[in-house]
């Protein structure tokens, strides 16, 4: 089985490679299954580290922390542009939040 860790960073050099489309959901979506595979609950960590920081809505799920806080928007209503921008968004605080964690 192989860690979190390693198949996260293959996601993100190969994201067309994985996923039909690259859209923030399926990419959450993606995330979320290679966690439990791994088994290491990677995202659960990630969650409470986000609400640690200060999260302003603390019942959401991290796919929805790793937005940004305040009131959620839909990403299943998103342009091309922002699921880019969520995207890059959630890819840079999972990084900190796996060097931090280390």
Same mark, same amino acid.
């Given at each position: 089985?192989?860690?979190?860790?390693?198949?996260?960073?293959?996601?993100?050099?190969?994201?067309?490679?994985?996923?039909?489309? #690259?859209?923030?959901?399926?990419?959450?979506?993606?995330?979320?299954?290679?966690?439990?595979?791994?088994?290491?609950?990677?995202?659960?960590?990630? &969650? /409470?580290?986000?609400?640690?920081?200060?999260?302003? &809505?603390?019942?959401?799920?991290?796919?929805?922390?790793?937005?940004?806080?305040?009131?959620?928007?839909?990403?299943?209503?998103? #342009?091309?542009?922002?699921?880019?921008? /969520?995207?890059? &968004?959630?890819?840079?605080?999972?990084?900190?939040?796996?060097? &931090?964690?280390?």
């Amino acid at each position: 089985m192989r860690k979190f860790d390693q198949s996260y960073a293959i996601l993100k050099s190969r994201l067309g490679m994985y996923l039909m489309s #690259s859209t923030y959901g399926e990419v959450c979506a993606f995330i979320d299954g290679v966690d439990l595979c791994s088994g290491e609950q990677v995202m659960t960590g990630f &969650r /409470a580290w986000m609400i640690d920081r200060g999260a302003d &809505r603390p019942e959401f799920s991290w796919w929805i922390l790793a937005l940004h806080g305040g009131r959620p928007p839909n990403p299943k209503n998103f #342009s091309d542009s922002e699921n880019a921008m /969520a995207i890059s &968004r959630l890819f840079n605080l999972l990084d900190d939040y796996l060097i &931090r964690r280390q």
